[in-house]
């Protein structure tokens, strides 16, 4: 998607769903900002060169292998917030089940039991957080920019745990870690050519998906080639902008047989007030059935963010079959987020 379409988007997002006007009608330039971070944030994926990817993978696979004794000594006596002002279960959980498992301090600030409720803002919740001694902010939020702002109010290492359509940085990484096992490549390193000749389809509401959007900006740099997959209300074209290595593809079915990993995403309700969209049309067209992905991707590895919609973008007999890779994803969720919260507390392991 184009810079413009991008900031346009985000804007709109962090005035209208965050309820706050979080980056004041200025436009997002993350990678410019960047260096105005804490060292050890991950805001967006663009921000993560080649190497650090190789780095954190590696670090993934070192924390792996540690007895489970050693890693709890990892972040022992380290203090790290979850800031969650949407729902989750996936990465919420597995962030703080990774931090427990280092050994860390955590606590979770919701929302919906905070004063964030009586109308705090987001500078004064983080300020708070940060007088209590957090040492790491993990943050959901439904305004895209959010990440950047609590990271220039606190001067703390921010990690981005899906801000409105924007990113989820940490979902591509274990999407990518994903990938690698299953395609039976090297999980502990990448380079740029490690992903050359697979081909990763990504179906469905590619518009308001931050996994996406952090998917097609990694996978490319990596030497993969992503075809997203969707009807126009949901696929805009200037989605080819995005960068390198994209293309869109309307058709399914010719999507698929191109198809090494088949990602499907959620069609999100609560996103599309205004969107006139057949559901019964969309199935039709876009559903992972059964005898789909056998005519057309007997092959591919079928993933899938979560959370799913059985009997909408993809049927439960796809999603439990032996082409799911979807707990791995989830499983995968853990192991790279120890290393992500250790990089961000810049420890050595
Ligand atoms: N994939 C994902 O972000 O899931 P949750 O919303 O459950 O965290």
């Known amino acids: ?76 006596g380290r203090t790290i917030v979850l800031l969650f002002y949407e729902s989750s279960t996936r990465t919420r959980t597995s962030f703080e089940l990774a931090a427990k498992s280092l050994g860390a301090t955590t606590t979770l600030v919701s929302d919906k039991s905070s004063s964030i409720e009586k109308g705090e803002s987001l500078k004064d919740t983080g300020l708070t957080l940060r007088a209590l001694g957090a040492e790491c ?10 990440p950047f702002l609590l990271a220039q109010v606190t001067g703390l290492p921010v990690l981005n745990a899906g801000d409105g359509m924007h990113q989820h940085p940490s979902q591509a990484l274990l999407d990518l870690r ?96 205004g969107f006139d969209l057949n559901l019964g049309e969309y199935i039709a067209r876009y559903q992972l059935s059964v005898e789909r992905l056998a005519a057309k991707a007997p092959k591919a590895v079928v993933m899938h963010p979560g959370p799913i919609i059985r009997g909408l973008e993809i049927v439960g007999e796809v999603a439990d079959g032996p082409q799911s890779a979807i707990e791995e994803q989830v499983a995968q969720g853990l192991a790279v987020r120890r290393a992500l919260l250790v990089r961000a507390l810049g420890v050595q392991a």
């Open 1 to 76: 998607m184009r810079q413009g379409r991008v900031t346009e988007l985000a804007k709109s997002a962090a005035i209208g769903e965050g309820g706050v006007c979080l980056l004041s009608g200025t436009a997002v330039n993350p990678s410019a900002l960047h260096s105005a971070y804490a060292a050890g944030s991950l805001l967006a994926v663009e921000h993560l060169t080649v190497a650090d990817v190789a780095g954190i993978l590696a670090l993934t696979s070192r924390l792996e292998k540690m007895s489970v004794a050693n890693r709890a000594r990892v972040l022992t």
């Open 137 to 146: 902010i993990i943050l959901r939020h439904p305004a895209s920019g959010a």
């Open 178 to 273: 994903t990938i690698l096992q299953r395609l039976r490549k090297d999980v502990c390193t990448v380079h740029a050519k490690t992903l050359d000749g697979v081909t990763v389809v990504i179906v469905g509401d590619i518009l308001h998906s931050r996994v996406a959007r952090s998917n097609a900006m990694l996978l490319p740099r990596l030497g993969a080639r992503v075809v997203l997959c969707g009807p126009a209300e949901l696929l805009p074209e200037d989605a080819l902008g995005m960068g390198a290595g994209i293309e869109v593809e309307r058709d399914m079915d010719r999507a698929l047989a191109r198809a090494d990993v088949a990602m499907m995403l959620r069609i999100q309700k609560e996103r599309l007030a």
